[in-house]
């Protein structure tokens, strides 16, 4: 018998671990998770306001211009372009969309001339960083800049001379219409005024999110869907991600990658200038100086923990605007009681991290930062009025640190591109 007549012994192929994927049973079990963590709290603390339905209205109306900032940031990256001036597209959102509202006399002529006014900042962003090649860090502080200068001035040159208008402001502004399913009101409102676990806090948030809601609110809420079917489903969408991941073979492969980066870019500007324009017409109905807040910056938070994904971007901008909306229920006592959510969180978090992930050091410190947010929370009884308004950037914090690990941003996002480099 010879070497060649030995069976040959062959490597036993094991197979690839499953990737987690977030189906939608998934996600209704862990919101329904959550929920009950919340009763908990408000059983424990007697902060009833951290699940009834004015904060969770709150918390939406807190949302949308985050989200749909962060979903101007999700299309523009996912082409390649990063792009810090969503603040300063918010900013021109805000401006133009009370100036079409009060020249058509209709607040969704001023949702038109938002989006208008967020696509003129974002054309000077493409032109800078798509046609140019200047640094996209660079152009976008300089948008952010420039459209705070230039929506003071047109402040002073329209809105100055208005009635009810100032160097600052504009005059009151027509109102959104909003839809209510009114027929759960009642039975909602009696089984949310009873305080039992779990189901008047189910019954809260579900008042919450069908009595009073925007009609722009569910166009921003449709956004997102409407996003994912384009960018993951259409020849269009894979198009724009391969500019984002691999802009030289897509090239070779006959995509316009300026085209296309153009068109992330445009969209990006529109859907942050709808955000400015939603904080004017609907959160507020007025526009204000200063009005965003920093809320392109949370968008992009919230885009970042979202893994540039559109359901993510959904998820962080809920919790961002959940925790804004606590500062205005209760203050500081809303905000005490989601302490003790935070430490039962993270006692989940440092399990799974033990059990599944195997990460003993990652589990340790989990573990040791729930001690200390729970020895915090049972020590005092309110959080102090001054950080309460400081709890929508803590929590912004504290996300990104924790999930800092498991993210994953498009390969040549930010990275400049010249045509031709393929050859």
């Given at each position: ?22 189906s ?163 039975p ?9 676990f ?13 009595q ?67 904080l ?12 965003t ?17 559109p ?11 959940y ?8 203050g ?57 308004s400081f ?25 400049p ?7």
């Open positions: 018998m010879t070497a060649t007549d030995l069976p040959v012994e062959r490597p036993v192929e094991t197979p690839p671990a499953r990737r987690f994927r977030l939608a049973p998934v996600l209704l079990l862990g919101l329904a998770g959550l929920v009950v963590l919340l009763s908990i709290a408000r059983l424990v603390t007697g902060a009833n306001d951290i699940t009834s339905a004015g904060t969770v209205s709150a918390a939406l109306g807190l949302a949308v211009p985050i989200g749909l900032a962060g979903l101007g940031g999700l299309w523009s990256e996912r082409a390649g372009v990063v792009n810090i001036g969503l603040e300063g597209m918010m900013v021109l959102g805000t401006w133009f969309g009370a100036w079409g509202a009060l020249q058509f006399h209709s607040p969704w002529a001023g949702v038109v001339a938002g989006a208008v006014g967020g696509a003129l900042g974002a054309v000077i962003h493409a032109v800078a960083t798509v046609t140019f090649g200047v640094d996209h860090i660079i152009s976008g502080v300089a948008i952010n800049i420039v459209g705070v200068g230039f929506t003071q001035y047109l402040s002073q040159l329209v809105f100055n001379g208005m009635p009810g208008g100032g160097t600052k402001n504009s005059p009151p502004l027509p109102k959104m219409g909003t839809v209510s399913l009114s027929f759960l009101d009642d909602l409102r009696t089984v949310e005024a009873k305080h039992w779990v189901l008047s806090d189910f019954a809260g948030v579900l008042r919450g999110i069908t009073g809601v925007s009609w722009f609110t569910i166009l921003a809420i449709l956004l997102v869907p409407l996003s994912f079917y384009i960018l993951w489903r259409t020849p269009f969408g894979l198009r724009l991600r391969a500019c984002g991941e691999r802009p030289v073979a897509a090239e070779s492969l006959g995509v316009n990658v300026y085209l296309y980066k153009w068109a992330a870019v445009i969209i990006s500007g529109v859907l942050a200038g709808l955000g400015g324009a939603f004017s017409l609907v959160a507020a109905g007025i526009y204000r100086d200063g009005q807040g920093g809320r392109g910056y949370i968008g992009l938070a919230a885009m970042i923990f979202g893994n540039w994904r359901g993510g971007l959904a998820g962080g901008a809920a919790l961002f605007g925790t804004d909306a606590l500062q205005l229920r209760q500081g006592i809303s905000v005490h009681a989601l302490l003790l959510v935070v430490a039962l969180l993270l006692v989940a978090v440092a399990v799974y991290q033990l059990v599944r992930q195997r990460r003993g050091v990652a589990a340790l410190i989990t573990g040791v930062v729930a001690i200390a947010v729970f020895v915090v929370f049972a020590v005092t009884d309110t959080v102090p009025e001054q950080f309460t709890t929508p950037h803590l929590t912004t914090l504290l996300v990104l640190s924790l999930a800092s690990q498991r993210l994953r941003m498009p390969a040549a996002d930010g990275v591109y010249r045509r031709g480099q393929a050859k």
